[in-house]
């Protein structure tokens, strides 16, 4: 029998990234510590994730000192 992926609440993101690449799924639920679900991250949710940075680094960049 085959486990269920999942990622933990407290887990980093790139955990869950790498989790979702090496299993080649889009998403995957969210557990806490009690193995109840509390959520979804999904591979879009990480693309968001990764725009907001890049969003952030180009603020930084523009502003004058």
């Keep these: 029998?085959?486990?269920?992926?999942?990622?933990?609440?407290d887990d980093d993101v790139r955990d869950a990234?790498?989790?979702m690449i090496r299993a080649r799924?889009?998403?995957?639920?969210?557990?806490d510590a009690y193995?109840?679900?509390?959520?979804i991250v999904s591979y879009v949710d990480v693309l968001r994730a990764i725009r907001?940075?890049?969003?952030h680094d180009c603020e930084c960049?523009?502003?004058?000192?």
């Design 1 to 9: 029998s085959t486990g269920i992926l999942a990622v933990r609440a």
């Design 17 to 19: 990234v790498d989790t």
């Design 25 to 31: 799924v889009g998403a995957l639920p969210v557990v």
């Design 35 to 39: 193995h109840r679900v509390v959520g």
């Design 61 to 65: 960049h523009t502003k004058a000192p």
């Design 52 to 55: 907001d940075v890049l969003d």
